[in-house]
């Protein structure tokens, strides 16, 4: 239920607000991750949760507003370049993909569910994902007209959704795990809408500041990156970045959210990204003999993301309608948004050429400038970056992994000063292009040597 007011409530007030309105605001993956960690602590110190997370809230709030009134937004955005975009969106995936795959695996170890029971959910979750997948690859299929593609494409995972809930209620399966929901437009637990900030110790505003200021660099850092795929340079976008007025606004957000212990909001991957493609008018081209496609232009509004807010808020009212949701249909979801969160990272691209043929590796401009081994390379270190993410997320101190995202940037910066030794200035430039489509890419420029 929080969830969904919070989605809402973002949305509709961040479109309303927000200097670029095309970013999708919603409590991601990673930010779920830190309140479940939070929740963790709280246990284990006997702290009331909601009002923790109330004040953790409360100094992040603060915190944002420092950054946003003081201009250093764009400063910190300037060290965030690929190689921390990529492996935070495969972090992101991977949070994704474990959850799915997570529930699936659930469903065959727990007691509660038979063999059936087990196979049929997963046929569930993999009939939406398969769904989802086709209905995306009609937008650059031969088949049916312009419109008719972007159309099925656009809303084919809610097709997907709404077919296999049909099939499950067509089935006559029984016992199946459905979505929980209140009755009522109300709080977990049956708790007030707003939070008590007495409970707890009194030393319990000074704790949080530790937590606030890690979840202020897990919000940047996800709004950073969510801000920087939308107004990238291909996206052709007419209106400004706002970066410092879009986090100002977040931050308000946050403020209001932990008055009222809803799930904070923040810039959302790979769904930001995706919102935009889907306002885009695209055509397909060639470039050094691979098909790629290039947006025209954006229908740069408010009006879409205040509708698209505005019907999940109405979503609160079909509440006995969302009871019959399968949750195996919604952890198909969770696969179909990590598997396409991969599907446009360059990062994934090159950790599927470590196993290809040399001489069958795409022609694209790092393959044709840089050596491969330093472009394997440079994949590896990304590699062990995303590595050491997991690990400190699956381990006692998880509560503390935004502080290795927010540390993949002065990493970044040590490659570039050559410390290392594997990659020149040229290599980096190519490797860690902020687009695709940048003048790098289809330029002249000299091969970045040995």
Request: proline content about 5%; overall charge neutral; aromatic content about 10%.
């Amino acid at each position: 239920m929080e969830y969904l007011v919070a989605q809402a409530l973002a949305g509709i007030i961040f479109s309303l607000l927000a200097g670029q309105p095309e970013i999708v605001l919603r409590t991601t993956g990673p930010t779920t991750v830190f309140i479940i960690e939070l929740h963790r602590v709280c246990d284990g110190w006997s702290l009331p949760f909601v009002t923790t997370m109330s004040w953790v809230g409360i100094w992040s709030s603060l915190f944002m507003v420092v950054i946003a009134l003081t201009d250093l937004c764009v400063p910190i955005l300037r060290s965030c370049t690929r190689f921390t975009q990529e492996i935070f969106g495969l972090f992101v995936s991977a949070i994704f993909i474990s959850a799915g795959g997570q529930a699936f695996v659930k469903y065959f170890h727990d007691d509660k569910y038979d063999l059936s029971h087990a196979l049929f959910s997963l046929l569930l979750g993999l009939l939406t994902l398969q769904l989802g997948l086709w209905a995306l690859a009609v937008r650059t299929s031969p088949f049916l007209i312009k419109a008719m593609r972007e159309l099925t494409a656009d809303f084919g995972i809610a097709a997907a959704i709404t077919i296999s809930t049909l099939t499950a209620w067509g089935s006559g399966v029984e016992g199946l795990e459905m979505l929980a929901v209140s009755d009522r437009i109300e709080p977990a637990g049956g708790r007030a809408w707003l939070v008590d900030l007495t409970q707890g110790p009194t030393w319990l505003p000074a704790f949080a500041v530790v937590p606030a200021m890690l979840l202020t660099l897990l919000m940047y850092v996800e709004m950073s990156i969510s801000s920087l795929l939308v107004n990238k340079t291909e996206n052709k976008l007419i209106k400004g970045p706002a970066y410092h007025l879009n986090f100002l606004v977040m931050a308000l957000l946050v403020l209001v959210f932990s008055f009222l212990g809803l799930p904070f909001a923040t810039g959302s991957l790979p769904h930001s990204p995706q919102f935009v493609r889907a306002l885009s008018d695209v055509e397909e081209i060639s470039v050094a003999g691979q098909t790629k496609t290039r947006v025209l232009w954006v229908r740069e509004n408010r009006l879409a993301p205040l509708l698209v807010n505005v019907l999940i808020a109405l979503s609160l009212v079909m509440l006995p309608v969302l009871r019959e949701v399968p949750m195996a249909v919604l952890y198909g979801l969770f696969l179909f948004m990590g598997i396409t969160g991969l599907a446009t990272s360059q990062f994934w691209t090159r950790i599927k050429m470590i196993f290809m043929e040399p001489r069958l590796l795409p022609p694209t401009h790092y393959v044709r400038r840089v050596p491969i081994s330093r472009v394997h390379a440079f994949t590896g270190v990304q590699l062990c970056c995303l590595g050491v993410l997991l690990g400190v997320r699956a381990s006692p101190a998880a509560l503390f992994f935004p502080l290795f995202i927010a540390a993949l940037m002065p990493l970044r910066m040590t490659l570039a000063k050559g410390n290392i030794g594997l990659f020149t200035a040229p290599m980096l430039k190519m490797l860690d292009l902020i687009g695709e489509g940048s003048n790098a890419e289809t330029s002249g420029e000299d091969s970045a040597g040995e």
